[in-house]
């Protein structure tokens, strides 16, 4: 059974950085693609960043290009995002996400078939 746990989430002021980390365990996770979305209040969930399961090619949503990075350490199974400059519309639950399929890229249109229970990020003006 796979499982993902999210942790680093917090409540921050406009331009402050926080880092979420997700360990995953109950597969070899160096195999799969993994992936962080977010859902704000009222809003659908949207995807952040991916990464390949190689950590050789991500992809992010436009709106945090240049500011989030996502980063995986295979020998830890952890998957990472680090958040700078944040601003208050990056308010949302945000959810760790593994590819069901193995050699995928972290893409949008990925298949993620396991999340994690979500991690909250306040950033507040």
């Known amino acids: 059974q796979v499982q993902l746990v999210e942790s680093g989430g917090g409540s921050v002021q406009t331009g402050d950085s926080l880092r979420l980390s997700c360990a995953a365990s109950g597969r070899t996770f160096s195999h799969y693609a993994m992936a962080w979305f977010r859902q704000a209040p009222g809003k659908e969930r949207e995807f952040v960043a991916g990464?390949?399961?190689?950590?050789?090619?991500?992809n992010y949503l436009d709106s945090v290009k240049g500011r989030f990075t996502i980063s995986r350490d295979n020998a830890k199974s952890t998957v990472y995002l680090q958040m700078n400059s944040l601003k208050p519309e990056d308010t949302a639950v945000y959810y760790c996400a593994a590819a069901g399929d193995k050699f995928t890229d972290g893409r949008f249109d990925t298949p993620y078939d396991y999340w994690g229970q979500g991690t909250q990020v306040t950033v507040s003006s």
């Open positions: 990464i390949s399961w190689g950590g050789v090619r991500t």
